[in-house]
């Protein structure tokens, strides 16, 4: 067994490629953070056949299903599509990750730097991001602090640090719980929208292990969850430099340029993401 | 539409990119500010610098006790090398911060705005 390692889910739907993002991401963890990426897929035959599987550790399968959740994928402010959204085997990292210490990581987060190797010789056996920034300034982003109105800490399950302790055995279990149970947590946690989010189990998972209370349970990541939501568009990739059009404030369909240098971005607009993929690979 | 206005609309759209471009430049900035000894993470920043600076102006050179960002304690053997190697990491991310921050107020378009954060 490798002692560390970064752990992807890509389980594709009938549009956006997770695993082609999943490939694009591996080699950038093998070259910023120099670890081992093992993917977990549903689609063995797709990855097999159109990609370098060398960049893989190890390859977990996982058998295809579709999931219940539908949601609402957006192509920046004026195009969208309601696309099936396979969300529900993060709970699972725990049992399938192959490392004794594992980052897990969606698919759309562009590692653009080595900060997350520091989380490694972290003394938290469990640390996820906490505070985050929007790219757009402009935008509300209180569903980002607090799960609802009246609730507890939103905590992003887009990067989770874990060690295979007993403790967060039972952490990833809890997890596993309230998402078999969500029609009740999301009554007692009060959450407004109907879609299972990793984010908002997560949250309710750290909320309760805490005591229901703030306190430790949890470390954070190492700087800020930075972010673009679906409706901006990435327009250009060049290893650690990336360049967005941010939608601009009530003007629809209209944006404002900016970009990044040696900074890691949770990018939300997954077709914006394949079409710059699809230029660099 | 009124060439003044035009005009005014064009500074806009670019005072949006700039503060923007600012905001992130503070974000790497800050990035670059972490410092991690023996497991524990800092944020390097003006008051632990001067705290540092203190205990060690007062004779506490070894095995110092700090609180991490996290509030873990962690036992510091040597404060000096440390409060060195933190002395480092501000002047590196500073002195980078003020070059790009520098470069970016010098741009007059927003492709160019862009393009400088290289």
């Known amino acids: 067994m490798s002692n560390k390692g970064v752990l992807l889910f890509a389980r594709n739907n009938s549009t956006i490629d997770y695993v082609k993002q999943a490939v694009f991401l591996a080699n950038r963890i093998k070259k910023y953070l120099n670890v081992p990426t093992s993917i977990v897929t549903d689609s063995i035959n797709y990855l097999n056949d159109n990609f370098d599987i060398s960049v893989f550790d190890q390859i977990i399968p996982v058998e295809y299903e579709n999931s219940m959740n539908n949601r609402r994928y957006s192509d920046g402010a004026l195009h969208n599509m309601v696309l099936n959204f396979k969300n529900d085997m993060r709970s699972k990292a725990f049992s399938l990750s192959p490392y004794d210490e594992t980052i897990v990581m969606d698919t759309d987060y562009i590692v653009s730097n080595d900060l ?33 109105d009246s609730s507890i800490d939103f905590y992003w399950a887009t990067v989770v640090f874990f060690r295979k302790t007993p403790t967060n055995k039972i952490f990833f279990e809890l997890i596993d ?24 189990a997560f949250s309710i998972a750290i909320h309760i292990m805490n005591g229901f209370a703030d306190s430790g349970f949890v470390g954070e990541l190492p700087g800020k969850m930075l972010y673009t939501t679906d409706q901006d568009l990435i327009i250009d990739l060049k290893n650690d430099k990336m360049k967005f059009l941010v939608q601009k404030e009530k003007h629809l369909g209209e944006y404002t340029a900016l ?23 | 539409m009124d060439e003044r206005l035009e005009k ?38 003006k008051e632990m610098l001067t705290f540092v600076n203190m205990l060690l102006s007062q004779g506490h050179e070894t095995d110092v006790v700090l609180i991490d960002d996290n509030s873990i304690p962690v036992k510091i053997e040597d404060l000096s090398e440390f409060y060195e190697n933190i002395l480092d990491l501000y002047f590196s991310a500073s002195n980078d911060y003020l070059l790009k921050y520098n470069e970016l107020k010098k741009q007059r378009t927003v492709e160019r705005m862009i393009d400088c954060n290289e």
């Open chain 1, 116 to 148: 997350l190797k520091n989380c490694f010789n972290s003394y938290n056996d469990l640390q996820l991001y906490k505070q985050s920034e929007d790219l757009a300034s402009y935008r509300d982003t209180y569903e980002f602090k607090y799960v609802s």
């Open chain 1, 177 to 200: 719980h309230i998402s078999e149970n969500w029609t009740h947590y999301r009554s007692v946690y009060q959450i407004d929208p109907l879609l299972f989010r990793n984010d908002y």
């Open chain 1, 259 to 281: 970009s990044t240098n040696g900074q890691s971005i949770h990018v939300m607009n997954k077709f914006s993401l394949g079409r710059i993929i699809n230029e660099a690979l």
């Open chain 2, 8 to 45: 005014a609309l064009k500074i806009g759209n670019l005072m949006i990119t700039l503060n923007d471009q600012k905001r992130l430049l503070k974000e790497r900035f800050l990035e670059n500010l972490i410092y991690y000894k023996n497991g524990s993470q800092f944020n390097i920043n």
